[in-house]
């Protein structure tokens, strides 16, 4: 006869704790349940902790030059002491700058090639303007920049305040020069003669326009003899004299001549080379003109 398995009988209760009671041997209260099993919170990650590793010792160099500044000795491939760092073999100190080199932008220091061209270009321009200066100082120059300001400025007329003449034929004033007519003249018995304006004040004579002969119309222009040269002497404030010679075609009505000449004061003219001056006849100018910078 069988006998069957028999079960294991349930663990018996164990009653609540009383308070003030001791726990049971087995860390259980004699009379209450076991602690509940609460949740267990994730734990945070913890970085580790660096590891310090000593540094070797700076081996002593056995030879080589000792710093100018603490003493240490370095090997002699080195450029800076291995202490503090000071140049072992300073180049020699840099000369000191010329005066011009002081002056912006030339003492502009500059670095792989930056800014070369700027101060290429300043120095190009000084060098422009000093030669410009130069240019203008000398004759030449000044005599250009007159001439431009002539040009810009314009011509205007001015009717001197005197006139006289070395010599002169009855009837023929050397004032007929100046009434602005063609057909009256100043009558000169031969070459030779002289006719002088003087201004009120200097002027700059920019030109001269002269009407030769006795008149405008070709008939009476060839009844008189006519200077087909003509001696511009000028005077300046200063004293200072110009010389100009004109030459003049042989036909009738007016002629303009430049001249460009600063601070005139009096203007002297000589006829000479007539032209159709035979017995009876005397050298005729009809008209001259005077135009100062405007």
């Known amino acids: 006869m069988s006998v069957p398995p028999q079960r294991p009988a349930p663990p018996a ?21 076991p602690a509940p099993v609460r949740p267990v919170l994730p734990g945070r990650p913890v970085a580790p902790r660096p590891v310090v ?25 080195r450029r800076f002491c291995r202490r503090c760092a000071t140049p072992l073999n300073p180049g020699p100190a840099r000369a000191a700058l010329p005066w011009w080199r002081t002056i912006w932008p030339f003492s502009r220091r500059v670095r792989a090639g930056s800014g070369r061209f700027t101060r290429l270009l300043v120095i190009l321009l000084v060098v422009a303007v000093l030669a410009v200066g130069v240019f203008f100082a000398l004759p030449a120059g000044r005599g250009l920049f007159e001439d431009t300001k002539d040009k810009l400025d314009g011509a205007k007329p001015i009717r001197p305040a005197h006139t006289t003449a070395s010599a002169q034929v009855p009837g023929h004033p050397a004032a007929n020069t100046l009434d602005g007519l063609n057909n009256r003249y100043w009558g000169a018995p031969s070459a030779g003669a002289t006719i002088t304006y003087t201004f009120a004040k200097p002027i700059r004579l920019v030109d001269v326009i002269i009407t030769n002969g006795a008149s405008a119309t070709l008939k009476d222009y060839q009844a008189e003899g006519r200077a087909l040269t003509i001696d511009l002497d000028t005077t300046a404030a200063g004293g200072a004299t110009h010389h100009q010679e004109l030459t003049l075609d042989d036909r009738p009505g007016d002629q303009t001549f430049t001249t460009g000449i600063s601070d005139v004061t009096t203007v002297r003219l000589t006829l000479r080379a007539p032209a159709g001056l035979t017995k009876g006849r005397h050298v005729a100018l009809a008209e001259v003109e005077f135009f100062r910078r405007g």
């Open 13 to 33: 209760a164990v009653p609540p704790r009383r308070p003030g009671e001791a726990p049971a041997e087995d860390g259980t209260s004699a009379d209450s349940d």
């Open 53 to 77: 590793r000593p540094l070797p010792e700076p081996e002593e160099a056995e030879e080589g030059e000792p710093c100018p500044n603490c003493g240490t000795l370095n090997p002699p491939d």
